[in-house]
């Protein structure tokens, strides 16, 4: 099976009390792209850098059987994002350079456009609509959002809604989208908008994987030592995707695993600043974290 | 076996956006000795209350199976705890009076100080290991804590941590009282003290039961509505402590259902004001949310 991943290709600069790192490979579309693909052998990549990209972050993404075949290199500079971290729980934006992503327009290449499994990446949501409209029927389709789009862009997001399977949102987001504020409330709300589930990130506390009749705790994985959270839910949302992406028969109980397999590339990106960490592991690795939350979770 | 709670009994003023509820029954250690009698059929509670205590409140209890012999009336009047929510995560205190709960010396009836289970609710730490030295030595000794201790009493508090094998607390607490801000680590200084077990309490997040080679996540029990918060932690060390000491055996597998347990008869309590719940529910209500909880957070 393959999956198709569009979002933000970034060189970020981010800084908090273990370290610094400056233009490191970041964005929503590379941090879901390398998780992925542990589970995934036909992950495609769709998005944009300037023509200062460095080369091994491509050959990188290569390395990983990722298919750069949709990342179009144009005349400008890589989009940049530059943050720093007081607590680890929440990112301050110090500075963003959209530069060539401002103008960026998801073109899906042939080989990509019948992709069963399709993960529209945090952009605004005029343009994951585009992407649809350039896909044959996925399987699944699962998108992602932020506070920026469902207040500047909220009636092509809620648009978008009814074109999706799966939302990946947080709590916050999901109170600002339904004006609820308690989250299982908020999630009654947006499921009733056609979606079939919805992933509830609550950071250090775990997730919530609610669909209309079932629901689903996820704790997080305990790391010895969290360094950097940035990319922590793109991460999340690649592993999720990657693993049934993996799978032939899509029930709830592959959906709770790709919850765990989601939270599980999650935590090992968090021990590294940019994608040091999530670039290096290995399924053997990921198998036996998951095993472990099999313990920390299963009671008789 | 029997379980012998400690810890405070008052009439509570509380309003929220849900209601108001005046001189209502509250306090640590009835919230605690009520979700207890739902696993154990020998509960004691130990506290004091002034004349003006109503009468029907002492008799719920005894029509709970709750042994009051221990239940100390003085003169003056019953302790008052006035408080309100503008969220239902944080209680802001309006108005304390101590009153006889001031000079608050607790009597451990004969009857009692051979009790196998003791859990010392939330009262001054001195008061807690006065109690220690009233009884034969219990076979589990768990006790809960506040900011307030930890930083008006802490030496009391730290020579308490080491006498006692289970510790409830919330993170903010654990932080405060290790300077610790990654709760694992917190939670692995506070092991080091000598504790057993160590149940971190998160709210609408639910709860880590942390030991030294184990560790255990519970999430919330999602209900329909949340009414008042008020005495959730204390219907969680009830529910946890009424439930292991129903058990000969107390394993960590004993002590995950024990978490669970508790986190399900802290969710009937934030149904409603009061104890209005919590002293209406029977064992098979409590068993469905359980079951439905082991759906919710098992995976394969």
Redesign the interface.
Known sequence: MSLLIIGSIALDTVQNRFGKVKDALGGSAVYASLAASYFCKNVSIVGVVGTDFPKENINLLKNKGIDTNGLEIADGKTFRWEGKYE?LNEAITLKTSLNVFANFSPKIPDNCSSCEYLFLGNIDPELQISVLSQMKRPKIIAADTMNFWIEGKNKSLKKLLKMIDILFINEEEIRMLTGE??I?DAAEKVLQMGLKLIIIK?GE??S?AIAKNN???A?IF?VQ??IDPTGAGDCFAGGFMGYIASQNNINY?TL??A??YGTITSSFNIEGFSVEIIKNINRIQIDNRYNNL?K?????
């Open positions: 607590n504020s308690y299982f609550q506390y775990g919530i629901l689903f705790f704790p305990p030592k969290v109980e709770k695993r919850t765990i099999k920390y979770t299963q009671f008789s």
